[in-house]
């Protein structure tokens, strides 16, 4: 027998690589979930694409697989909340639907010329000052102004008083309300390069510089608020849409991190390692970026805002399908475990994990992926393990930095992931900063994390800080007798990674 009361929470995690739909049950447990990976479009060197007509359709697929496999009638669902890919960024058409254009995706380079100009031209501490980022191709305004552009260019006729824009979460939100509602959080508007961090409104130089109409952009509203309802034809029930978040700042959600010193690592498609700073706007010094972890409405409509500091490393999960589907020495990234195990160390070979340039600290869109110290003694088990050390030693660096701007040390990190699977690079991880590493039991904790906020906003659940504390740990890796050589190896690492920077082929 089957009951119509709410006891289920969706939580929609639309990815870089793909989307998925999770149902978690009052407890807080995984009942019913459904992923697609999502194809991948590289229209030419460093640029990359995703088509918006198919997220929208897997995740719709997504959705309605994980309710028939956890066995709940719709109406069963208290709340959706979102986790998103941020920057990713797109236009269409307000009265058909259609996209213009394909979605550009965040790590795409095609505006790496535009942010160089910019910054030749004196705007870089404006930027910074307005929006908390350093400026980079990886967020949404060149990309939107690109779009903006090419549209004009393409489509003279196009009337712009027709055409929306906004990242992912926009997108789909706007599909899942029936066209209904336009609008966007704080946490992935904040990471458009468009939104003051102050006011946390879209700010009005930075729209005129970049040529983006505010009549475009969706309203910016807090991140645990309701969005709207879902279109009852989508699945017969008409579900509010209660929480939408950044995908990273879902994961800082999950692990709860809610207070300064509080901190997490996702090993995704990227690397991104998050730090809460409290309720006032951290500054950098490593070229860190200021952004917000998330917002929180309150009875008196006003909101309760917690800001945050954030390395982004763009190249950790994509490298090692790069070894699956580029170049092709594995067949499955668990591979990657296998082989460098078998082998007892790198070999001399060190990888620069440059396919989409640098992010944090260094920022250099011309870098280049890149494997130095090849012999002829070099195998494929050295090339694999190489990338799994890259990926352990570019957070290396970001931890390093966040020290040096909190001025306290992180004595354990907290990660999550699809790449947190692999024991060989957690361990690493580990000896290479010498601190406990904590691996969650779930480590989907982007749409956790997403589910949490939409269930504590909805009234389904309660309590942040039971959620939290009922949160299983796997496992965690200490550091072993293998320190001293991982932090060794640490020096040769930096000295590739200088050798790969400044590419000056084709960008």
Request: one cysteine or more; glycine letters at 8%.
């Amino acid at each position: 027998m089957t009951t119509n009361s709410p006891t289920h929470i969706m939580a929609l995690d639309l990815g870089t690589t793909g989307n998925r739909a999770i149902l978690f049950d009052a407890e807080g447990n995984i009942a019913g979930q459904a992923y697609k990976e999502l194809t991948q479009y590289y229209p030419q060197p460093g640029w990359l694409e995703h088509d918006p007509r198919e997220i929208w359709q897997d995740i719709r697929w997504a959705m309605q697989t994980a309710i028939q496999r956890a066995r709940v009638q719709p109406n069963q669902i208290a709340a959706i909340g979102l986790a998103v890919q941020r920057e990713t960024c797109l236009l269409w058409d307000k009265t058909t639907g259609r996209p213009l254009h394909n979605a550009i995706v965040w790590q795409d380079r095609r505006t790496a010329l535009r942010c160089q100009q910019l910054t030749q031209a004196g705007y870089a501490a404006e930027i910074y000052d307005r929006t908390g980022l350093t400026i980079d191709a990886y967020f949404s305004a060149t990309k939107l102004a690109w779009l903006l552009e090419h549209i004009q260019r393409t489509d003279p006729l196009v009337d712009l008083e027709n055409v929306l824009a906004g990242t992912i979460d926009t997108w789909i939100l706007w599909n899942l309300t029936g066209g209904r509602v336009h609008a966007t959080d704080d946490s992935n508007a904040s990471r458009t390069m468009l939104m003051n961090l102050r006011s946390r409104q879209w700010d009005e130089p930075l729209l005129n510089l970049f040529k983006v109409p505010v009549s475009l952009l969706p309203q910016i509203q807090s991140s645990l608020s309701e969005f709207g309802y879902t279109d009852a034809g989508l699945f017969g029930a008409e579900v509010p849409i209660a929480a939408m978040l950044g995908d990273q700042q879902a994961a800082l959600f999950a692990h709860g991190c809610d207070r300064p010193g509080l901190s997490k690592c996702t090993y995704g498609t990227g690397c991104f390692l998050v730090a809460h700073t409290g309720t006032e706007i951290a500054r950098s010094h490593h070229q860190l970026l200021s952004t917000i972890a998330w917002t929180q409405s309150s009875p008196d409509h006003s909101a309760r805002v917690g800001y945050a500091l954030e390395g982004s490393m763009f190249t950790t999960g994509a490298c090692i399908q790069w070894l699956r589907d580029g170049i092709q020495i594995i067949t499955s990234a668990a591979d990657t475990e296998l082989m460098a195990a078998q082998i007892p160390d790198n070999g001399g070979v060190y990888f620069v994990p440059a396919l989409s340039g640098l992010g944090a600290p260094h920022w250099d869109m011309n870098a280049r992926g890149a494997f130095l110290g090849i012999t002829g003694g070099a195998k494929r088990e050295h090339m694999a393990r190489a990338v799994l050390e890259a990926i352990a030693y570019q957070v290396k660096e970001v931890v390093q930095a966040i020290n040096e701007d909190m001025g306290t040390e992180i004595t354990l990190l907290k990660v999550d992931g699809g790449a947190c699977q692999n024991n060989f690079l957690m361990q690493f991880q580990a000896d290479a900063l010498g601190i406990p590493i904590e691996r969650p039991a779930v480590l989907d904790a982007t749409a956790q994390g997403a589910g949490f906020a939409a269930g504590l906003s909805a009234g389904f659940w309660d309590s942040y800080e039971t959620l939290v504390k009922n949160r299983q740990v796997d496992w965690v890796f200490y550091p072993s007798e293998a320190t001293a050589q991982a932090q060794a190896n640490f020096s040769i690492w930096r000295k590739a990674v200088d050798r790969a920077k400044g590419w000056e082929g084709e960008n």
